[in-house]
C-alpha cells in the first residue's frame, strides 16, 4: 500500500541529502521538469529523480504517494508559471486572449512535460487557480454561468490540446521534427494540379502556415464566438 503522505510542515527533511539540498516538493518538482527536459518521460523515475537529488529514491514518497500524483504535480506547477504575474484587466476579450496565450506558451517550454501533462486533472492548487481566474474573466464579461462554463469548457480545451499538439512536435528529436516540416514543401507543394487541384492552388500558402501554431487564431476565434454568443443575449 502507498504511504500516508503527510503535510510538507511535518515531512520537511532537517538535514540536507548527500547533494547538500534539503527536500521540498517544490524541489522534487522542478527536478523532475528538468528531468523531462533532459531525458524525456522514460527517463523520469523514482531512481533517477534520487540519484538527481542527492536522496534516496524512497524519501520522495514522503512528499508524493507515487509517480503519478508527482506528475500532476508537474503539470499543476505549469498552470502555475502560466499565472504567474497576471492580473485582469477590464477588458474580458484581452485577459481571456492573454490567459490563453500564457497557459500554452508555458506548456511549449517544457514540452515533453506538456505531452505528459495536458490531458491529465489534478485538482490542484494553480489548475483551480486558473479555473477560477477564467470563469471569472467570463462572469464579469456578464455570461450567466451555464453560458460561462460552455465557453470555459472549450476554451481550456482547446488550449490544452494546442498545447498537445504544438509540444509533441517540438518534443521529436531534432531530424525527425525538420523532416516532417520538410514534407509540405517536398511532397504537397509538388502535386499536379490535375489530380489535386485544391492543394495545388493553396501550396504555397500551405508551406507558409502548416509549420507554425494556428493555437493564436484558433483562440481567436473562439473569443470572437463567444463575443457573438454574448452580443446576442
Known amino acids: 500500500m502507498p504511504k500516508k503522505v503527510v503535510p510538507e510542515s511535518e515531512r520537511r527533511r532537517r538535514r540536507a541529502t548527500k547533494g547538500g539540498v534539503v527536500l521540498s516538493e517544490q524541489l522534487i518538482v522542478e527536478t523532475a521538469l528538468r528531468m523531462l527536459r533532459e531525458h524525456g518521460s522514460a527517463g523520469l523515475t523514482a531512481r533517477r529523480l534520487g540519484t538527481a537529488l542527492g536522496a534516496d529514491p524512497s524519501a520522495?514518497?514522503?512528499?508524493?504517494?507515487?509517480?503519478?500524483?508527482?506528475?500532476?504535480?508537474?503539470?499543476?506547477?505549469?498552470?502555475?508559471?502560466?499565472?504567474?504575474?497576471w492580473t485582469a484587466s477590464t477588458d474580458?476579450?484581452?485577459?481571456?486572449?492573454?490567459?490563453?496565450?500564457?497557459?500554452?506558451?508555458?506548456?511549449?517550454?517544457?514540452?515533453?512535460?506538456?505531452?505528459?501533462?495536458?490531458?491529465?486533472?489534478?485538482?490542484?492548487?494553480?489548475?483551480?487557480?486558473?479555473?477560477?481566474?477564467?470563469?471569472?474573466?467570463?462572469?464579469?464579461?456578464?455570461f450567466p454561468p451555464p453560458d460561462a462554463v460552455?465557453?470555459?469548457?472549450?476554451?481550456?480545451?482547446?488550449?490544452?490540446?494546442?498545447?498537445?499538439?504544438?509540444?509533441?512536435?517540438?518534443?521529436?528529436?531534432?531530424?525527425a521534427r525538420r523532416a516532417d516540416e520538410a514534407v509540405w514543401q517536398a511532397a504537397y507543394a509538388r502535386l499536379p494540379?490535375?489530380?489535386h487541384p485544391h492543394i495545388a492552388s493553396a501550396a504555397r500558402h500551405l508551406i507558409a502556415e502548416m509549420n507554425i501554431s494556428a493555437y493564436p487564431r484558433a483562440l481567436d476565434m473562439l473569443i470572437a464566438?463567444?463575443?457573438?454568443?454574448?452580443?446576442?443575449g
Open 60 to 85: 520522495l514518497y514522503r512528499y508524493f504517494r507515487d509517480m503519478d500524483e508527482l506528475t500532476l504535480a508537474v503539470g499543476d506547477e505549469l498552470i502555475g508559471r502560466a499565472l504567474r504575474g
Open 92 to 142: 474580458w476579450r484581452a485577459d481571456l486572449r492573454e490567459l490563453g496565450l500564457r497557459i500554452h506558451a508555458a506548456y511549449l517550454a517544457h514540452p515533453q512535460a506538456a505531452v505528459l501533462t495536458a490531458s491529465r486533472v489534478s485538482g490542484r492548487a494553480h489548475e483551480i487557480a486558473a479555473d477560477e481566474c477564467i470563469l471569472g474573466v467570463l462572469h464579469g464579461a456578464g
Open 150 to 175: 460552455r465557453v470555459y469548457h472549450c476554451f481550456i480545451d482547446q488550449t490544452l490540446a494546442f498545447a498537445a499538439l504544438d509540444a509533441a512536435a517540438l518534443a521529436l528529436p531534432d531530424a
Open 193 to 195: 494540379a490535375a489530380t
Open 225 to 232: 464566438s463567444a463575443a457573438a454568443q454574448l452580443a446576442s
